[in-house]
């Protein structure tokens, strides 16, 4: 399964340039791990972290001017960095598996001349075979909503950054040349009709262009959860969905596809998830009689069982959380911000076990990121792990890697949490 190696995002609310991991020419910087967990206190950036995931989802599946409104964003001066004019800007660097090469994708969002917002640039771009040092090569590069694709599996062509846009005409007109009133088999000329859509939405629906489409369907699904305990409350139609929605108002529907298409598996998942929640002994479902469908929990100690809509915060959080990692097709990438809310503050360190534990087992293992400002869920943590955010005296936010202090990691080393260490502020610098 695909896994992000490092993001660099810049100009997106107070991540004035923030990156996490390692990029194409940060080739010493240590990749993310398979689980990554971001600290800080309020107001540091990280529900803007959260949310720099969620806007670029947003901008594949919606175009980028209906992505500064969604999620309650407030349009792209509400969400472009105070004080600046550049574009808002997101390099992703990742491998579609463990051993094939690095492919990065880079995004720029600009205002046009009628203060819209729009694609201004847009790159995927792949080192070739046995090629370790230099520039990586384009497969996909457009400016303004016109640019060159490579078909298939060709490496592409050398762009030269310093001439932006005239090496990209000038690529145009070159091929053009090459073979008068066609494209190359190899490449062909791409203008967009809308310059507010992803170059990537359209032509990773194409089977001619794989690597794009790769990329495109592994954005489509990621999993940002905005899980609330009231929509699980609530009571949907009767009827088996395969996998959890990111409101999880329909947990019943998954577990009633388990129980339907996985009845071998079924009981002992929920066997498994039953064993980390205090108190429950069994988890099933019941039609209503008009058609809807109650999720029901039998508490040790009671014969009557207990609904959903009678359940606590925690146990419905905690509940639909391991729904999701034992989802046997999971979504590759997985964000959660701060699980802690509504949890026993012992649970906590299960979780973080339970999320690690899913993440590292095995090739289709999601890679999840979670934010948090709980000790108690720091503690499970490993330094390589953990990020630190915090805020400069300037207002934008700055990031640090745990493992990268190695007073903290010698700290660690002798048996200390880290829970502890960023109580007692060691992992704070200002």
């Known amino acids: 399964m695909a896994k992000i190696e490092g993001i660099r995002i810049a100009n997106y ?24 967990v971001v600290i800080g206190k309020n107001g540091v950036g990280k529900s803007s972290l959260f949310d720099a995931f969620g806007f670029l989802a947003d901008c594949l599946k919606l175009g980028v001017e209906e992505a500064c ?47 819209r917002p729009y694609v201004s640039r847009e790159r995927l771009r792949q080192r070739r075979s046995h090629q370790r040092r230099g520039w990586p090569f384009s497969f996909l590069v457009m400016n303004d909503g016109r640019g060159v694709a490579w078909k298939g599996e060709v490496p592409g062509q050398q762009i030269n950054e310093a001439h932006g846009l005239f090496a990209i005409e000038s690529l145009i007109a070159q091929l053009a040349s090459t073979v008068p009133g066609e494209e190359s088999a190899e490449t062909e000329v791409v203008e967009l009709q809308d310059k507010r859509k992803l170059g990537i939405a359209t032509l990773g629906a194409l089977k001619q262009h794989p690597r794009i489409s790769s990329f495109r369907k592994f954005v489509e699904g990621w999993y940002l959860s905005y899980f609330t305990p009231d929509a699980a409350r609530s009571l949907p139609l009767a009827g088996p969905q395969r996998h959890l929605n990111v409101h999880g108002d329909n947990l019943g529907n998954v577990v009633q596809f388990m129980e339907r298409e996985q009845p071998g598996r079924f009981q002992s998942v929920l066997n498994r998830i039953a064993e980390k929640i205090p108190g429950i002994d069994r988890i099933d479902t019941r039609p209503s009689p008009d058609g809807r469908l109650l999720l029901r929990f039998n508490d040790k100690g009671f014969t009557d069982p207990f609904y959903a809509q009678q359940m606590s915060d925690g146990t419905l959080k905690v509940f639909a959380y391991l729904l999701l990692l034992e989802d046997p097709q999971p979504p590759p990438f997985i964000c959660i911000e701060e699980p802690e809310n509504g949890l026993y503050h012992k649970l906590l360190e299960v979780l973080a076990q339970e999320l690690r534990k899913h993440a590292e087992t095995g090739r289709s293992a999601p890679q999840i990121l979670v934010t948090t400002h709980q000790p108690y869920f720091v503690d499970a943590l490993k330094p ?29 080393n002798e048996g200390l949490t880290l829970g502890g260490l960023w109580y007692s502020d060691y992992l704070d610098r200002t």
């Not at 609310?13 to 990554?36: D, Y």
């Not at 349009?75 to 004019?85: K, N």
């Not at 720029?108 to 009628?114: K, T, V, Y």
């Open 384 to 412: 390589d792990e953990t990020w630190i955010l915090e805020k400069d005296a300037n207002g934008f936010a700055s990031i640090s890697r745990a493992s990268d202090n190695e007073i903290v990691k010698a700290m660690v």
């Open 69 to 115: 409104d969604a999620q309650g964003r407030g349009g792209f001066q509400r969400i472009r960095s105070q004080g600046t004019d550049a574009p808002i800007e997101f390099e992703v660097y990742y491998r579609e598996e463990a051993n094939a090469r690095p492919i990065t994708y880079e995004l720029a969002i600009d205002r046009d001349a009628s203060g």
């Open 13 to 36: 609310r107070v991540l004035k340039n923030l990156t996490l991991g390692k990029l194409w020419n940060t080739q010493h910087a240590q990749p993310l791990t398979p689980m990554s």
